[in-house]
């Protein structure tokens, strides 16, 4: 049972133009978002995230949308830079029975900007 | 946001073997994670490490195949023991530091990438 989704394995953006990404996740008890974004041979680098009572947070070139009715986000990248070419994983936080913290993660999104 | 690094950085290892992989962190931390990501797959949690107490293991994850240490607030180890190729992953390590964050945001060391044969 996959509770956090990204439905597009891979996305190609022009340099210069907006890179959206999107993940949607079934499970109501998520209170916290985040994306992360990875290169090959390293870990996952946090870069932004939104409190479920929110609908928006921006930090630079990145802000991430929460429609929680919809039970989606996304994440938009303006403008796209050759450096954002990476995999870029969203993941929903919940509080487990044991009073600790859990990341659940989605497949990824492959993004390739083209210069 | 703190430094995490991992040893080893890869490895090989025959079926039927253990493997130790260690996680230290420049800093002292409450929470640390341990991750498995299988190839083509997403990340997904194996247990969570804090320091003083058992390691907490999500489903599908037991003690006696990843047993985990964590003797101080900045380093601990997962070992996969008994090995086969179905353990080929790349393993992570995580922290969480709720003091000094103010994201929730959890920090990755770089991975341990297991070949089982």
């Known amino acids: 049972d996959q509770q956090v989704k990204q439905n597009s394995p891979s996305l190609s953006v022009q340099e210069g133009r907006i890179s959206i990404l999107n993940c949607d996740y079934t499970?109501?008890?998520?209170?916290?978002f985040l994306w992360y974004k990875k290169y090959p041979a390293e870990g996952p680098t946090f870069l932004i995230s939104?409190?479920?009572?929110?609908d928006k947070n921006e930090d630079g070139r990145f802000t991430v949308f929460l429609n929680k009715s919809a039970k989606h986000l996304s994440l938009h990248i303006v403008p796209s830079q050759p450096g954002d070419s990476a995999v870029y994983f969203c993941?929903?936080?919940?509080?487990?029975?044991?009073?600790?913290?859990?990341?659940?993660f989605g497949t990824g999104t492959r993004l390739t900007i083209i210069p | 946001s703190a430094v995490i690094s991992q040893k080893p950085s890869r490895d090989i290892c025959q079926r039927g073997t253990s493997l130790t992989i260690q996680c230290q962190v420049d800093?002292?931390?409450?929470?640390m994670f341990w991750y498995r990501q299988q190839p083509g797959q997403s990340l997904t949690l194996i247990a969570t490490?804090?320091?003083?107490?058992?390691?907490?293991?999500e489903s599908g994850f037991v003690i006696d195949k990843f047993p985990i240490s964590r003797p101080n607030l900045t380093f601990s180890t997962l070992t996969v023991s008994n090995m086969s190729p179905e353990d080929s992953s790349i393993y992570l390590c995580?922290?969480?530091?709720?003091?000094?964050?103010?994201?929730?945001?959890?920090?990755f060391g770089p991975g341990t990438r297991l070949t089982v044969l």
């Open positions: 995580s922290v969480e530091d709720w003091e000094t964050n103010s994201y929730n945001e959890q920090f």
């Open positions: 939104i409190s479920s009572i929110k």
């Open positions: 993941a929903a936080r919940e509080e487990t029975n044991f009073g600790n913290e859990k990341l659940t």
């Open positions: 490490a804090n320091q003083g107490s058992e390691a907490t293991y």
């Open positions: 499970n109501s008890m998520f209170d916290y």
């Open positions: 800093s002292q931390v409450t929470m």
